[in-house]
């Protein structure tokens, strides 16, 4: 099976209401898109479950060309700046011409004769 063949869960642009959510879901599984909303309609009556189910979709479900994720997108962002930062941080090795002093507290200081 080729990789153009594979059917990969997306959110669509075409028949996107909110999201796209439930029309990615909807051409995933192969049935009408209202279908879907329906669903999770009758669902967030009953309990709230649907606003979470399609919550959920929306952070986990990459859109339409894209690779990546809403949440798969804020991680690698925090890995980029965590690691950029670490890079970054100075040396404190005598080698480096840093010397680190350790912290004093008032009234702990010897006196000087």
């Known amino acids: 099976m080729s990789e153009s063949n ?4 997306r959110r669509t642009r075409n028949g996107r209401i909110v999201a796209g959510v439930c029309s990615g879901i909807g051409d995933y599984i192969g049935i009408d898109a ?7 309609a009758i669902a967030t009556l009953f309990g709230g ?3 979470g189910v399609y919550a959920i ?5 990459p859109d339409e060309g894209k690779n990546t994720s809403i949440v ?4 690698n962002n925090r890995q980029a700046k965590t690691n950029t930062w670490q890079q970054e941080t100075p ?3 005598p080698t480096a011409g840093w010397e680190r002093q350790e912290p ?3 009234g702990d ?3 000087q004769a």
């Open 91 to 93: 040396d404190y090795s």
């Open 34 to 40: 209202n279908l879907v909303r329906i669903g999770l």
């Open 6 to 9: 594979i059917k990969q869960l």
């Open 57 to 61: 979709g929306w952070l986990l479900m």
């Open 104 to 106: 004093t507290v008032p």
């Open 49 to 51: 479950v649907g606003v």
């Open 109 to 111: 200081q010897k006196p």
């Open 72 to 75: 798969q997108d804020l991680i």
